[in-house]
């Protein structure tokens, strides 16, 4: 395993759409593997591969507790299948654009389609801050990042500022 380097904006790979993966083998897990060690370290929640400037359809996510057990899981090729009308804000961040935290609302619960670590195909649905996290980092295979659901002020401030804080470091 690897650590990667962690995108931020505004590098143009971040705009740029993912390309389905064609197939789950030992060299995608090595890529899943080097994400999920990128991501423990940042520290995040979830990291798409594009973040570590790999467009490819692959998703790395761990909601459990800092202290507690690891929970690693993984999302190839996600598709939301099924998502409520109902929706709700959340505060979110991204470690594509550090420090900077604002309320996005989305669909509070979807249903998901994705292949696993094994390649399995799994459906299942994710609410609360899973929920949240899934969709923020599907917004991600598209070129698309929770900035950008924001008012164009509020955005070009906050990639203001991470260039700024990018420069001075
Ligand atoms: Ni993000």
Known sequence: MALREILT??????????????VVDDGLRALMDDMLETMYAAPGIGLAAVQIGVPKRVIVMDLSPREGEQEPKYFVNPEIVWASEETAPYEEGCLS?????DEVERPAKVRLRYLNYQG??????????????????????????????????????????????????
């Open 97 to 101: 654009v550090p420090d900077i935290y």
């Open 120 to 169: 399995e195909t799994i459906e299942e649905e994710a609410e609360g801050v899973y929920a949240v996290c899934i969709q923020h980092e599907m917004d991600h295979l598209d070129g698309v990042l929770f900035i950008d659901h924001l008012s164009r002020l509020k955005r070009e401030r906050a990639v203001a500022k991470v260039k700024k804080a990018k420069q001075a470091a």
């Open 9 to 22: 904006v505004p590098d143009p790979l971040l705009k740029q759409k993912s390309a389905a993966v064609e």
